[in-house]
């Protein structure tokens, strides 16, 4: 009772003296803490314990899962393991090996670990050669967890660096392909880069079909892809670039080039062109001199397309093989004079035209087709679009916008239009061959395979007719050099002049010979070209027929045997009976 009045006084006096503070009076009940139950204190323990076993046994689960996984069945890895993922090899149509992966070790730095980045960077100079001083001692004074420092290093590097022990250097095991066939096929089989990843030829095509995706998803797998085939025979691919490399420097060309294609399944048996490079050090790949000028070059085929003419209008029904042209005077058109390069300067028939290789009377025969009718043949035979076959690397072929009179006349006996040598390798198997197309292909490809996808475009009749001329060219016309003793064949020359600084030139040209054999069934064509060839020596010309033929007539001759093509040869009743 004597507090009461006492308290409110000392609140009024405070309020009195701090108007702003309202006196806070709590009972001594109100300032004691609530007791903590034991049933409480229960709940949170079992609380807690229930968490940690949970966590720790989704940890111990997944240890015993990743202890019962095989690893060989599928494993992810992050990008710097990308390149550990194998390639399919690359096998020939004999199973002779052309590209196959090998291991080899990666030298790589770890920073933080490097006691003294100059001391490294020296002692590594001793073994490795080319060392960059200067970006070597940024990557290991960089701090950073791991730098690459020399890829795909041999084995002998390896073991030095191994025996110098420097701390925070290793090695990393990669996958790196190899081509032991060297440049034989470069053009063919392409390219791969750092990482293994296919980026020309064959490899690329490969890696489209799903190697490459495997990759981006970052997936290796434990059993071995199966070898990929192809239609290469590597016997025949080495005899045509030894070829090829003897021509240009027999003719001290600035390249050359060959194909062998199948012609009943457009099977690539073999296909070079030089100068190339060698895929196991590909330092030179990119020149442009160094491109595949059998399938990503193209080219006036100069009088090679003097065959495909012929064909035309045989096929058209207005021409025959009796028919004749008159070739005596030259052909003027508007401010140009078409005159033939050896003229007979009188009346020819059609095999005369073909095997003199009259620009006038060819001239003449596309005329009676027309413009339309002449364009609408090459586009028939493939000859003016891009070829569709595994090969990235294609060109696109050129023609006139417009075709007019003399564009049909120019493009008869083979200028004015640029295609590839294999668009043209491809469209003469079809004169051949009963009068099929069929795209080429670097894979494996069965007769009944290709008869599913060719195209009929002149008729069986025209096909032998042109058989016939062929083999007329090669016993009479300018394709005498190409016989080869034993070997029934056929072909046409073709010697294109070549444009310097805008204008056609009389010393700069570009030969090629079209063959095809046996000529009575054909089972293979080939073409050769060779670029800028000079005389040989004792010789005043450099024409198709004195580099071009010979080079088919070498390539026949060492490789016949090889694609399975046995000698014939004629005799009378009387040798044989003494034969025996």
């Not at 025959?320 to 300067?345: E, M, Q, V």
């Not at 059609?350 to 003449?364: L, M, R």
Request: glycine share 8%; proline share 5%; net charge positive.
């Amino acid at each position: 009772m004597i507090c009461k009045p006492v308290l409110l006084k000392r609140g009024k006096a405070i309020k009195m003296r701090f108007p702003f503070i309202k006196p806070r009076l709590k009972s001594v009940e109100q300032h004691r803490k609530p007791a903590i139950s034991a049933a409480s204190s229960r709940n949170r323990v079992i609380i807690a314990m229930g968490c940690f076993i949970a966590v720790y046994s989704v940890i111990g689960g997944r240890l015993v899962q990743y202890g019962l996984t095989d690893i060989d069945q599928g494993r992810s890895y992050g990008s710097v393991d990308r390149n550990m993922a194998a390639r399919p090899d690359l096998v020939d149509r004999n199973g002779v090996i052309m590209a196959s992966d090998i291991r080899v070790a990666s030298l790589y730095g770890e920073p933080r670990r490097i006691i003294d980045p100059d001391e490294a960077v020296e002692a590594l100079s001793t073994v490795l050669p080319d060392v960059d001083y200067k970006e070597w001692h940024r990557k290991l004074s960089s701090g950073a967890g791991f730098v690459w420092l020399r890829r795909e290093i041999t084995p002998k590097q390896q073991a030095q660096v191994l025996a110098l022990g420097i701390p925070g250097i290793g090695f990393r095991n990669e996958t790196r392909r190899f081509y032991p066939g060297g440049p034989n096929t470069a053009h063919i089989l392409g390219l791969v880069d750092i990482d293994n990843a296919g980026i020309s030829g064959i490899e690329k095509y490969i890696d489209n079909q799903g190697v490459g995706t495997l990759q981006e998803l970052g997936l290796d797998v434990s059993a071995e892809l199966p070898p990929v085939k192809l239609s290469i025979d590597a016997g025949v691919q080495h005899i045509v670039r030894d070829e090829l490399v003897r021509a240009m420097e027999k003719y001290r060309a600035i390249a050359a080039g060959a194909v062998i294609l199948n012609a009943n399944t457009g099977e690539v048996v073999a296909m070079s062109s030089v100068p190339d490079y060698d895929p196991n050090n590909p330092f030179n790949a990119n020149d442009k001199d160094r491109l595949n000028r059998m399938a990503a070059g193209t080219y006036e085929m100069g009088s090679t397309f003097k065959a495909f003419t012929t064909a035309m209008a045989l096929d058209s029904g207005k021409v025959t093989l009796n028919s004749r042209f008159d070739a005596s005077k030259p052909i003027k058109i508007a401010r140009f004079t078409i005159n033939d390069f050896h003229g007979k300067k009188r009346v020819l028939t059609v095999p005369e035209v073909f095997i003199y290789s009259s620009n006038i009377g060819t001239a003449k025969m596309a005329d009676v087709v027309g413009i339309d009718g002449h364009r609408a043949f090459l586009k028939k035979l493939g000859l003016l679009d891009m070829l569709k076959t595994e090969l990235p690397e294609t060109a696109r072929p050129l023609e006139p916008k417009e075709w007019k009179k003399l564009n049909s006349i120019t493009i008869s006996f083979g200028h004015g239009v640029t295609t590839t040598p294999l668009q043209t390798a491809m469209a003469a198997a079809a004169l051949v061959n009963g009068g099929k197309l069929i795209n080429p292909t670097f894979l494996p490809r069965t007769k009944e395979q290709a008869d599913a996808i060719s195209e009929q475009v002149i008729s069986a009749k025209t096909s032998a007719e042109m058989r016939y001329l062929f083999r007329l060219n090669v016993e009479q016309g300018s394709g005498r050099n190409a016989e080869v003793e034993g070997f029934y064949m056929g072909g046409k020359t073709g010697t294109a002049e070549k444009v310097v600084n805008g204008r056609y030139s009389n010393d700069v040209r570009f030969n090629a010979f079209l063959a095809a054999f046996p000529i009575d069934d054909p089972e293979y064509v080939i073409l050769t070209i060779i670029d800028e060839p000079k005389p040989e020596e004792g010789n005043y010309s450099a024409t198709a027929g004195l580099n071009a033929a010979p080079m088919v007539e070498a390539i026949i001759r060492r490789s016949a045997s090889l694609l399975g093509i046995q000698p014939k040869f004629y005799t009378d009743r009387e040798a044989l009976q003494v034969s025996y």
